[in-house]
């Protein structure tokens, strides 16, 4: 069985850039989230994405986006990038009925100059 | 809001020692509890989780929690220490009635000394 990938595992923008991110979930599961993680800090919740609709949204601006695909798949982007936004991004995903036992990916750290 | 609060950032144990790690959450709902690991340069993995069945929980590697609702409390503990158990922990709660969304604490660092 296959677990959370992320891709790319480093990335380091500038200012103002655009970034995708990207999140293959573990087999079988059709439920992914994205949290962002500080340095130093604990996660922080962004969204998650079910059967590719946006289903609950953390305390985050709306250049902080996502998608998910009909194979599960799922994408973060973030526009208009700013030096806070430098931290390790996590996937998480979970299978049909148990949204709250999650998996996790090992994380794309972003770094923002 | 649910929110959890993790005592002390680093806590520091021989091999072989008790390791206790502490947690405090607040929520407006019977609160379901998790704890994770993350080791260094990884994701978080789940060491356990509390849904309101038996308030001793048992999970890998060893650990358990207990759920004290008197206390507010759902302390991590392993009754021997271990040099691989060297990682990051956090305590967590769901965000109340919204299944999606889990709420982390701040973390604490655990090292072990030989």
């Known amino acids: 069985e296959t677990g959370v990938t992320q891709s790319p595992t480093h990335l380091i923008k500038t200012r103002g850039q655009q970034v995708t991110l990207r999140c293959s979930s573990q087999?079988?599961?059709?439920?992914v989230s994205w949290y962002q993680q500080a340095l130093g800090q604990g996660p922080q919740f962004i969204f998650q994405?079910?059967?590719?609709?946006?289903?609950g949204r953390g305390n985050f601006p709306p250049r902080f986006s996502g998608l998910q695909f009909p194979n599960y798949s799922s994408e973060l982007n973030v526009n208009a990038l700013e030096l806070d936004d430098s931290a390790l991004y996590l996937c998480?995903?979970?299978?049909?009925?148990?949204?709250?036992?999650?998996?996790f990916g090992p994380g794309t750290r972003l770094t923002v100059l | 809001a649910q929110s959890v609060t993790q005592l002390g950032s680093h806590v520091s144990v021989s091999e072989g020692a008790l390791v206790l790690l502490r947690c405090n959450y607040s929520?407006?709902?019977?609160?379901?509890l998790f704890w994770y690991v993350q080791y260094p340069n990884q994701g978080l993995q789940l060491l356990l989780k509390?849904?309101?069945?038996?308030?001793l929980v048992k999970g890998i590697n060893g650990f358990e929690a207990e759920f004290k609702k008197s206390e507010t409390s759902f302390h991590l503990t392993k009754p021997s220490a271990h040099m691989s158990d060297a990682a990051e922990y956090f305590c967590?709660?769901?965000?109340?009635?919204?299944?999606?969304?889990?709420?982390f604490g701040s973390g604490t660092r655990l090292s072990i000394r030989p």
């Open positions: 998480a995903s979970s299978r049909e009925g148990a949204p709250d036992t999650q998996y």
């Open positions: 087999s079988g599961h059709n439920t």
């Open positions: 994405y079910y059967r590719e609709e946006e289903n």
């Open positions: 929520s407006s709902v019977p609160p379901y």
């Open positions: 509390y849904t309101s069945a038996a308030t």
């Open positions: 967590a709660v769901r965000g109340g009635s919204s299944a999606s969304k889990i709420i």
